[in-house]
């Protein structure tokens, strides 16, 4: 089975510009979780989507947003980009059924550096 | 204060060595403890997965949940140079996960 992929792999734009981050999760997957990871921060969690739907949320502010298409894959977009944003953008996939606890299987990031 | 602490080290040790990783945790709710190993320029994958209290083996790797003190471990024994990478614990329950800042560790040959 194919893994979880993101595109793309890394990205630069400058403050105050707008991007989308792609991800496709594993064959059968349904439930898509994005994560924000930096060196000082460690991981933290972003939004998870099910079914299309935004089933959680984390504490982050409404320039990141994201969605989910009826085939599973999901975007992200965070506008205005503040230098704060750059970091590195995971996501994961999980089934779904059993909740936020499930094996969560990642993608190899989105490295996004802002300027 | 955080709900998962993890010492962000980093850590080195000779290769053979027993390694050591711990994170202590403050929300009761959390029931799921898993840890997961990073490689450099890789996402996250899932390493030991355990419920509740106890300890689970698998292989080289030994996970210990001590829901009592709120404190759990990762052991690996005779660790290898491939071994040298971050490790994240992560805890969920009540419909949140939650990670550690992960430690680095260096297994030096």
């Known amino acids: 089975k194919a893994g979880v992929t993101q595109t793309p792999r890394y990205l630069i734009k400058t403050r105050g510009q707008q991007v989308t981050l792609s991800c496709s999760p594993i064959?059968?997957?349904?439930?898509v979780s994005w994560y924000q990871q930096t060196p000082g921060q460690g991981l933290q969690f972003l939004f998870e989507?099910?079914?299309?739907?935004?089933?959680n949320k984390g504490n982050f502010p409404g320039r990141f947003s994201g969605r989910q298409f009826s085939n599973s894959r999901s975007e992200m977009n965070v506008s205005t980009l503040e230098l704060g944003d750059s970091a590195l953008y995971l996501c994961?996939?999980?089934?779904?059924?059993?909740?936020?606890?499930?094996?969560?299987?990642f993608g190899p990031g989105t490295r996004l550096l802002v300027l | 204060q955080k709900e998962v602490e993890q010492d962000p080290g980093p850590l080195s040790v000779p290769e053979g060595a027993i390694v050591s990783l711990n994170c202590t945790y403050s929300?009761?709710?959390?029931?799921?403890f898993m840890w997961y190993r990073q490689y450099s320029r890789k996402g996250p994958e899932l390493l030991m997965y355990?419920?509740?209290?106890g300890n689970k083996e698998d292989g080289r790797f030994t996970a210990q949940v001590d829901k009592s003190s709120k404190y759990i471990s990762l052991f690996i024994r005779d660790s290898q140079p491939s071994d040298s990478a971050t490790y994240l614990c992560?805890?969920?329950?009540?419909?949140?996960?939650?990670f550690g800042q992960g430690t680095r560790l260096t297994i030096n040959p």
């Open positions: 992560a805890m969920s329950g009540a419909q949140k996960l939650v």
């Open positions: 355990t419920y509740s209290s």
């Open positions: 994961a996939s999980s089934t779904g059924t059993s909740g936020i606890q499930e094996t969560q299987y």
């Open positions: 989507y099910f079914s299309e739907t935004q089933r």
């Open positions: 064959s059968g997957h349904r439930s």
């Open positions: 929300n009761s709710a959390f029931q799921y």
